[in-house]
């Protein structure tokens, strides 16, 4: 019996890939979908591994197949701050090949990831040939174009509290929640601390008052949101 390893570095067709609906491929036809799955590798990434350096030169896309990941950048006195996050049916490296320029974010596995390597000469190849790739790529750059601005917004207006509230709201949102409720993600506090910008003290301060209101509930490194109406109030979000 193949073991998960085995069975998610197995060549898998695009066609019955899980996450192919919620992927930059879900509206390619069948024989569209052949073409990728003949030009991909399946690879896998241990936990901790640097996917990409930033300022590399990718050679290649990764959709991710099964995982999560962190993209994030080194400042000057070595802190990092994290950028978004990764999981299954993303692509990452795509818009540094796009635009011939370095990468600009470093990118780390968070958890065991699984992966589907497009050699670059193909990615271009598969955008040359096919309308609706190239589309489906150019609303999911303006997307994370937008998601960027809003975090931009958001460091500059809002509150170490209302920035946290929407940091929480977010990881929800992007990773979902695990069997027992909590977030689907384990972070640390000092890269909580990073994504909202503040000082690790402060975010486990906050965590704890939250907790207090019983807007949160936490178990070690897990959280679990008790109350998103009363965060989504806390950061301000409204649809």
Avoid: W
């Avoid at 690879?43 to 995982?67: D, L, N, T, W």
């Avoid at 780390?108 to 598969?126: G, H, N, Q």
């Avoid at 909202?196 to 003290?201: D, Q, S």
């Amino acid at each position: 019996m193949k073991s998960l390893k085995e069975e998610l570095e197995a060549p898998i067709h695009c066609q019955f890939c899980q996450n192919k609906a919620n992927s930059a491929f879900h509206n390619l036809g069948t024989e569209e979908l052949d073409v990728v799955s003949k030009l991909k590798t399946c690879v896998s990434f241990r936990k901790g591994q640097v996917v990409m350096h930033e300022g590399a030169r990718p050679q290649g896309i990764y959709c991710i197949h099964k995982g999560k990941l962190k993209l994030y950048k080194i400042g000057t006195e070595g802190k990092e701050q994290i950028l978004r996050f990764a999981t299954n049916g993303d692509l990452i490296g795509y818009r540094s090949i796009l635009s011939d320029q370095p990468i600009s974010a470093s990118i780390t596995a968070l958890e065991d990831t699984y992966a589907c390597y497009i050699p670059k000469s193909s990615f271009f190849e598969v955008i040359e040939q096919n309308p609706k790739f190239s589309l489906n790529i150019l609303k999911l750059s303006c997307r994370e174009l937008g998601e960027a601005g809003k975090m931009i917004a958001s460091l500059a207006q809002k509150t170490v509290r209302e920035r946290l509230a929407e940091i929480l709201l977010l990881l929800q949102t992007t990773f979902g929640k695990d069997e027992e409720g909590y977030l689907d993600v384990k972070l640390t506090r000092e890269e909580l601390a990073n994504m909202v910008g503040t000082a690790t003290e402060s975010a486990i301060r906050l965590l704890s008052e939250m907790k207090e209101d019983r807007y949160i509930s936490t178990k070690g490194r897990r959280i679990k949101l008790e109350d998103p109406e009363a965060l989504r109030e806390v950061a301000a979000v409204f649809d």
